[in-house]
């Protein structure tokens, strides 16, 4: 009788604890939001390129967790994603690039749906075994009550020499026969995010 309530009791235990919410706070619509960045070669070609794997969520405390996976590199030719993750990023060192920081939460959930205001946003970038800290203005569009889009106002530049990415560059350029290619690499987003109870 005694085992009989033992397991009863563990069961509605068990039954309390898989009902709960894994995840409450808002989490990225990857297939949605976008991150696109430009390279320049040979002075003065300028190229449209993206990486097609984000992942992010802010808690409930504000705090920010953004990855971008390095795999997904996408510049439109196989064999030179290839050789940016190979000689560029190293992907069997560095997987991902990431950016940790924190916002407002509250402010942003007492918006009415509609509303877009012009933000500050400040954090830190994680990017081949370097950080770096860094503060961007960013657009935040509220759609709904659970739903609302963040976007850059100006693009963010990252630059090679901050992040110990010179020496990869210079693999590249020297394969690819360019007579040079930027160290400075505008980037832009667009991130749709959206409020999950788990």
Request: net charge positive.
């Amino acid at each position: 009788m005694r085992r009989l309530l033992i397991l009863t009791v563990l069961v509605h235990c068990l039954s309390l604890l898989f009902s709960l919410p894994v995840f409450a706070g808002w989490q990225l619509n990857s297939s949605e939001s976008q991150l696109n960045f430009v390279t320049t070669k040979n002075s003065e070609v300028a190229e449209v390129h993206s990486f097609e794997n984000l992942t992010g969520d802010i808690n409930k405390q504000g705090q920010v967790s953004f990855k971008v996976s390095l795999a997904s590199v996408d510049t439109a030719i196989p064999i030179r994603d290839e050789r940016m993750q190979k000689y560029l990023f190293k992907l069997d060192t560095f997987a991902s690039a990431d950016f940790t920081g924190e916002v407002d939460i509250r402010f942003i959930e007492a918006l009415p749906a509609g509303q877009v205001k012009y933000l500050p946003l400040s954090g830190n970038i994680h990017l081949h075994g370097n950080k770096q800290a860094v503060t961007m203005k960013v657009q935040l569009i509220k759609l709904t009550k659970n739903r609302f889009v963040v976007n850059t106002v100006k693009p963010l530049i990252i630059n090679a020499n901050q992040y110990n990415l010179v020496a990869g560059v210079e693999k590249l350029r020297t394969i690819a026969g360019l007579s040079n290619i930027s160290n400075a690499v505008p980037v832009t987003f667009n991130l749709l995010f959206e409020y999950q109870t788990k």
